[in-house]
């Protein structure tokens, strides 16, 4: 079992920043691989990024790359999501996600999940 509790949302102008964090509890948080999704208003939740177990690997969606960067500290149960350059298209809740033991960090098995943190970015 792990639960997830994430921070750091808020309101941001076009063009800022903001970091996400991500505290996990529970043990064996480095067989988890760890994704960020995020839903808009009326809209389906998608992926954003997610990192391997061990942090070698990472994903994201298409759109945030190379905005958009994700990182863990295993040996403090702890993900993080470092946004710049926010778009008001980047309006939504974020959910941080563990996947045990997920390959597929896109499409692949996420097995909890956050309750989310707001994110609204004003233009």
């Known amino acids: 079992q792990v639960r997830l509790e994430e921070s750091g949302g808020g309101l941001v102008q076009a063009e800022g920043s903001l970091r996400l964090s991500c505290a996990a509890s529970?043990?064996?948080?480095?067989?988890?691989?760890m994704g960020w999704f995020r839903q808009a208003p009326g809209k389906e939740r998608e992926f954003v990024a997610a990192?391997?177990?061990?942090?070698?690997?990472?994903r994201y969606l298409d759109s945030v790359q190379f905005r958009f960067t994700i990182s863990r500290d295993n040996s403090n149960n702890m993900v993080y999501l470092q946004m710049n350059s926010l778009k008001p298209e980047d309006t939504a809740v974020y959910y941080c996600?563990?996947?045990?033991?997920?390959?597929?960090?896109?499409?692949?098995?996420?097995?909890?999940w956050g309750q989310g943190t707001q994110v609204i970015v004003s233009s």
């Open positions: 996600a563990a996947g045990y033991e997920t390959t597929d960090l896109r499409l692949g098995k996420y097995d909890y």
């Open positions: 990192i391997s177990r061990i942090g070698s690997i990472r």
């Open positions: 529970g043990s064996a948080f480095s067989r988890y691989a």
